[in-house]
């Protein structure tokens, strides 16, 4: 494994969840326009100028597998990928195929559907696993015996600045009945494997809802979908999606790992001033405060 970018003190990672694309044409339920979601937070990306060290795209990628689905979504995020220098990784979630996924986005023409889609890279000090949590015609998650030894073997040696693990499915319960019926099916098998290892945070989609919790200490964080979002608090017996899409900022910090959710959904501004006034003014307070 070599190093993709060197340790200059710096890290930021984007996590990009649930996008559910579709062939051109075509939109999810009928109504939500995945793909403009997507070009609209790549387009905010390069506008706002900041360093990306990482593109992670937490599984359910593509809304029913299709081939040309993964082709749009690789030819929207490889030219920004190169010209923020950011590394692109992709997991698995249920909505994907295999053997599309393989084929159109990592060069694998590989058609075993018992294969798990599995990879690590160290970018910037940071080592990024990706777990494939899918299993082929089912929406619960798993993580299979062998794909636990792979991880154990992994995480046996520490990576400079720690490890953040990336799968679709979360291994934390939901408030939502209904997402909580398809999480990880075997967290138990999964802490065991982090345990004691230099795992500092575990990234995860699948629910639409943003959330947060910890599997054996280690933070979890449920990233906001690029898709829609699934209402946490619906009327009485009902389950709902509504508009709106986002998307995970994490920064190594002084502090350490930080996970901030990003609203992209179009919205009316209440302020926009010049970063320095604002810290001009922050500083004008505690010069008064003493």
């Known amino acids: 494994m070599t190093e993709e970018r060197p340790i200059d003190g710096h890290f ?7 996008t559910h694309l579709r062939a051109e044409g075509e939109s999810v339920h009928g109504s939500v326009d995945t793909f403009a979601n997507l070009t609209s937070v790549l387009d905010l990306l390069v506008a706002s100028g900041q360093r990306v060290d990482a593109l992670v795209f937490s599984g359910d990628l593509a809304d029913d597998g299709d081939p040309a689905a993964y082709r749009r979504l690789r030819d929207a995020v490889e030219p920004v ?15 994907d195929d295999r053997a599309a996924f393989g084929r159109e986005l990592l060069a694998d023409g ?8 599995d990879s690590v890279r160290l970018v910037s000090g940071v080592r990024i696993v990706v777990l494939d949590s899918s299993t082929p015609g089912r929406h619960d998650g798993r993580i299979e015996t062998p ?34 019926y398809l999480r990880l099916q075997n967290p138990d098998d999964l802490e065991r494997a982090i345990s004691g290892s230099d795992v500092q945070m575990v990234l995860c989609g699948h629910a639409h809802h943003t959330g947060a ?9 449920v990233g906001p979908a690029m898709s829609y979002r699934v209402d946490p608090a619906p009327p009485l017996g009902r ?4 508009a709106g899409f986002g998307f995970t ?42």
């Open 213 to 221: 919790g910890s599997i054996g200490g280690v933070p979890v964080w």
């Open 12 to 18: 930021t990672l984007v996590q990009l969840t649930d």
């Open 147 to 180: 794909q636990l030894r792979w991880l154990a073997e992994v995480l046996a040696t520490p990576s400079p600045r720690g490890t953040i693990l990336v799968l679709h499915h979360p291994p934390i319960s939901s408030p939502v009945t209904t997402v909580d």
């Open 81 to 95: 990928a190169e010209s923020l220098g950011a590394a692109t990784m992709y997991a698995m979630g249920n909505h």
């Open 239 to 242: 389950h709902r999606g509504l």
């Open 110 to 117: 590989g058609s075993d559907s018992d294969r798990t889609f």
């Open 249 to 290: 900022r994490i920064d190594l910090l002084e502090s350490g790992f930080t996970a901030t959710a990003v609203e992209a959904t179009p919205a009316a501004v209440v302020y926009d001033e010049s970063r320095q006034s604002v810290l001009a003014k922050l500083a004008d307070l505690s010069r008064r405060a003493g």
